[in-house]
């Protein structure tokens, strides 16, 4: 069989079972951005890009950090921002999915058992996969299923406990005080990724861990810049011993050409914005509560939560794709998430609210989504009824 004919049968595969992805420029009306903060159109941001660029400075990296692409500015603004976390040390790399694939393969060993919620995103699953280690899914977070497999894994080897804080697809939050717990009890180690809590809690934004009091009994915490920090990259912070170890094990992190030293002030203004936002952090998280007192106020299910998430469960691929797309066309960006992002039958909207968005635009929004659910579901009816007929 020709590769191209490959691709195009499974191509179709996709397009037949609803999953098939298409790239699209946002609408004005953004409901699936991560700025949480809306610091991405913040001038003081390109204000400090600009002054880094007049700098004598290159424009380019011209390698990975081990060679010539290292600078002052990424070594500052490491120490910085290990400041701002509450750790020892901190390693930047050039996304979130790198950080967390570079962390996890270099540390997990063939002989380690990693323990991870189901609901953890891909870069932390792809990590544990290319890491050799045995995997133990636990259901999300099913505290008692994890109790009992870190029970009965032998002690020969190292255990680890890998979460999200702030989990990306259902906007709940891990239950970090008790896993930590669980981790001190049975002689493991807890990774957390705060890539949709740093900004958003915790004093100055500095996240759930930090919020917990849990910085310094968390092995490696990862921050991710491209969300409520309007950048891009991610740190993993933890102590010095991590970091010079990734360093010199990290694969993503040896192996990739740096960014440009200007873009280090890039980084810089977005976490040091987001330390200052208190009033957008209270504004944001009381929009999304709003939104979802306003979806309920038009029988929409959403569950429980206090994040920017808020997830509209649809099920199935097909709907939450014709839902999502009357909602475009009325000037709302919104996307279907579908398997493989979240587990089959689990298709959904997942809005994402901003402080810059409005209470008139969440109630439209809201609106918009129950007369789209009320046509879905009338279709389905009469085609239902049609095939009764026939």
Request: aromatic share 6%; charged share 25%.
């Amino acid at each position: 069989m020709r590769i191209a004919d490959r691709l195009s049968r499974e191509l179709a595969e996709l397009d037949r079972d609803s999953q098939l992805r298409s790239l699209e420029t946002p609408h004005a009306l953004d409901f699936s951005s991560n700025d949480y903060l809306g610091l991405a159109r913040d001038a003081r941001i390109k204000q400090a890009v600009a002054a880094a660029l007049a700098s004598p400075e290159l424009a380019a990296s011209t390698g990975s950090r081990l060679l010539s692409g290292n600078s002052e500015r990424w070594t500052a603004l490491e120490s910085d921002f290990a400041n701002f976390a509450g750790t020892e040390a901190a390693l930047y790399f050039t996304s979130g999915y790198l950080a967390n694939v570079g962390l996890l393969a270099s540390l997990l060993e063939p002989g380690d058992t990693v323990f991870s919620d189901s609901a953890n995103h891909a870069s932390l699953i792809d990590g544990m996969r290319l890491s050799k280690a045995r995997r133990v899914v636990f259901p999300h977070l099913d505290l008692e299923f994890l109790e009992k497999a870190l029970r009965a894994v032998p002690a020969d080897g190292g255990k680890f406990i890998v979460v999200e804080s702030v989990f990306s697809m259902e906007g709940d939050f891990a239950p970090l005080v008790e896993l930590a717990n669980l981790a001190d009890r049975y002689d493991a180690e807890l990774i957390v990724d705060e890539a949709h809590a740093v900004g958003v809690f915790g004093a100055q934004g500095r996240g759930l861990v930090a919020a917990a009091g849990l910085s310094a009994s968390v092995l490696a915490t990862i921050f991710t810049c491209g969300k409520a920090l309007a950048a891009s990259g991610a740190f993993v912070c933890g102590s010095e011993t991590l970091r010079n170890y990734l360093i010199n094990r990290a694969r993503t992190f040896i192996f990739s050409t740096a960014l440009p030293p200007y873009f280090a002030a890039q980084v810089r203004a977005g976490f040091e914005l987001a330390s200052r936002a208190d009033a957008d952090r209270a504004r944001v998280i009381g929009l999304a509560n709003f939104l979802r007192s306003e979806l309920r106020r038009h029988r929409i299910h959403v569950p429980e939560g206090l994040s920017p998430i808020v997830p509209v469960m649809l099920g199935e691929n097909e709907r939450a794709t014709r839902v999502a797309q009357r909602l475009r066309a009325a000037g709302f960006g919104v996307r279907a998430i579908r398997p493989p992002t979240v587990p089959q039958g689990t298709a959904r909207l997942r809005l994402s609210v901003t402080a810059q968005h409005t209470e008139v635009a969440l109630s439209e929004l809201a609106a918009e989504i129950a007369a789209s659910c009320r046509d879905q579901a009338r279709r389905k009816s009469d085609g239902a009824t049609q095939r009764v007929r026939n």
